[in-house]
């Protein structure tokens, strides 16, 4: 927080480390707000873990939590798109020694499918990037680009924010990882969702020039996210169901982000642009504030979910504290969601362009949900968890933090220009041009302005509407979503299948010795493992699988564990990735 108002002041400008790990750093308006929101959330954080009751292993806990603090405020002050990348890769293997270390063996798989994800999705594509952009300059402060090398480099750029944020098609490890992960830990993760907004921001409005297209596709990517709020109804576990949640705010910056791409330069821009800022800050405080009243839940040695959560509506200040924040989350005027959905919507509104009227209009029908899932939660509660229970004794420190962060999702929703002084210089500074006042942004278009306030008032009255009806009756009026995702993955078994056949038929008799009326015994890879290779590009590859399979065997395996084996790699990957930029 230090270096951030240092940065909003008068910029910090220089390096650090020496030698051949010295980095170039340049704190401006734009890395000082993410920074600011990072160590906002990250101090909270560090002290709600003072007192709360958990069984870590506790030196790879602390290297792993301070290393992902470090590696992110890194990640943001960078002026090397190299080093950006070493931070990046250092920030994807600190956060898997963080879910590591705070995991049983059980959420190890999400661990292990966390890594290959980022790996394969966010460090491959950067390094493919690497050498494309010295043909423009390594500098994160703008340059030209070489036309040639554009359309590779778009494609390249896009994906490891995406990976970063959670947004899809790679938002799968967001709630996966939440439910695993102690809820004070959530928050931290929270934050590294924007860094990947900060990265978007950074490589498409300084690096590169601007391509419309590109924002559509930004814009459609947000809206699609969005739709996981529909699988929230479907979750009792709380910190899935919250993490739904988190996935469709993130997505809806990310629809205003590419919008704001599409109208650069323009007023509607700007809007959208200061709706996406203002939509991360208030998602990474509300969203926080949540998670750590969970943390009390869980406490109590229980596991936060519909009925747990009774303990804390036993008359309790946490009750209070989380329905303040849960009521940000769903958008309720003048609450927080509230304030940056109103530029949002207002900037969509005033576009007049039909493709993003279009996906505009999907995003507003699925802000009726927000609140419906809360309201669910509580009528869920009361109907069918008929269980007393006490009300717990949530130690002070805890209470304190989820107080404070309650309080400072209302205060800066209240107040919006409290932020005046860390989201004006990095508007500016993005946009390159003055930002007119707050009451001028949220005025910009009157009739724009009163359409977007009657319908985030409508969509909270028809969120608190669905919310009450039974849940057999809602997932009724949701089932042609749900039969969209059944579809889709009847057609992805399809595809598999037919592949396998395929192989199985066409491709194994040319490379392997097989008789043809044993081809129909053969239902995989491994049953025709056994039989002798017909080529000798094959043969090549055949004492790598028997090495594998002997130490497996001694190992007291029967088959060797492939999910164990890309987790190795990926590791061993990431670490010659470290030493290959350590030595460049």
Same mark, same amino acid.
């Given at each position: ?67 992902? +603090?470090?590696?992110?405020? !890194? ?8 080093? #950006? ?43 493919? /990037? ?5 043909? %423009? ?10 036309? /040639? ?50 990265? &978007?921001? =950074? ?66 821009? =700007?809007?959208? !642009? ?62 927080? %969601?509230?304030?940056?959905?109103? +530029? ?12 993003? +009227?279009? #996906? ?35 130690? !002070? ?102 592949? =396998? ?26 049953? /025709? ?12 590859? &055949? ?42």
């Amino acid at each position: 927080m230090i270096t951030a108002f240092y940065g909003l002041s008068g910029g910090i400008r220089g390096q650090v480390f020496n030698g051949i790990f010295r980095t170039q750093v340049n704190v401006d308006p734009l890395s000082a707000f993410f920074t600011f929101i990072l160590g906002l959330v990250g101090f909270l954080s560090s002290v709600y873990l003072l007192n709360y009751e958990m069984k870590p292993r506790h030196l790879t806990f602390a290297i792993a939590y301070n290393g992902t +603090l470090l590696s992110a405020l !890194l990640f943001l002050t960078t002026e090397n798109f190299e080093k #950006m990348i070493l931070f990046y890769e250092l920030l994807a293997l600190l956060t898997f020694a963080l879910i590591l270390s705070t995991v049983v063996s059980g959420g190890r798989n999400t661990a292990r499918n966390y890594i290959v994800l980022t790996q394969l999705f966010g460090v491959v594509p950067l390094l493919i /990037a690497l050498p494309l952009t010295h043909t %423009a300059g390594s500098s994160l402060g703008g340059t030209g680009a070489n036309m /040639a090398v554009l359309p590779v480099l778009y494609a390249l750029l896009l994906l490891p924010p995406l990976v970063r944020s959670g947004v899809f098609p790679f938002h799968t490890w967001v709630p996966r990882v939440y439910r695993r992960v102690p809820s004070p830990v959530v928050p931290v993760l929270i934050v590294l969702e924007g860094l990947g907004i900060y990265m &978007m921001i =950074r490589l498409f409005w300084f690096v590169l020039p601007f391509l419309r297209p590109l924002g559509y596709v930004i814009a459609f990517l947000g809206m699609t996210s969005a739709f996981s709020i529909l699988y929230s109804f479907s979750e009792i576990r709380l910190k899935r169901k919250f993490a739904y949640h988190s996935v469709m705010d993130v997505g809806l910056s990310y629809f205003a982000l590419g919008s704001a791409m599409v109208f650069h330069g323009s007023l509607t821009g =700007r809007i959208l !642009l200061i709706g996406a800022l203002f939509h991360t800050l208030y998602q990474s405080v509300y969203k926080s504030s949540i998670f750590f009243g969970l943390g009390a839940i869980e406490h109590y040695g229980e596991e936060p979910n519909v009925c747990s959560l009774r303990k804390l509506f036993k008359g309790h200040v946490m009750a209070f504290l989380m329905s303040i924040s849960a009521f940000s989350m769903a958008g309720l005027p003048p609450l927080a %969601a509230f304030v940056s959905k109103w +530029l949002i919507y207002q900037g969509a509104f005033m576009s007049g362009d039909t493709l993003v +009227l279009m #996906m505009f209009f999907a995003v507003a029908f699925l802000g009726l949900f927000p609140f419906a899932s809360v309201v669910q939660v509580r009528r869920l509660n009361r109907d069918l968890c008929k269980r007393e229970l006490g009300a717990g004794n949530v130690p !002070l420190l805890l209470r304190g933090v989820v107080g404070t962060t309650a309080m400072l999702t209302v205060l800066l929703s209240v107040l919006p220009v409290l932020m005046g002084p860390i989201i004006v210089p990095a508007l500016s500074e993005i946009t390159g041009s003055p930002v007119p006042s707050f009451g001028a942004l949220f005025m910009a278009n009157v009739t724009a302005s009163v359409i977007a306030v009657l319908l985030l008032t409508g969509t909270a009255y028809l969120g608190m509407r669905i919310g009450r009806i039974p849940t057999d009756r809602a997932s009724e009026l949701l089932l042609i979503f749900y039969n969209i995702g059944d579809m889709l993955a009847l057609t992805r078994d399809f595809i598999l299948e037919t592949g =396998r056949r395929a192989y199985v038929t066409c491709v194994l008799p040319v490379i392997k010795y097989i008789p043809r009326y044993e081809l129909p015994l053969i239902r995989d890879c491994d049953d /025709a493992f056994d039989y002798p290779v017909r080529h000798i590009d094959e043969a090549m590859f &055949m004492p790598i699988l028997r090495l594998i399979s002997g130490v497996s065997e001694r190992a007291g395996k029967g088959a060797p564990d492939m999910n164990a084996l890309m987790a190795v790699f990926a590791v061993v990957f990431a670490l010659l990735i470290i030493f290959l930029g350590v030595v460049m």
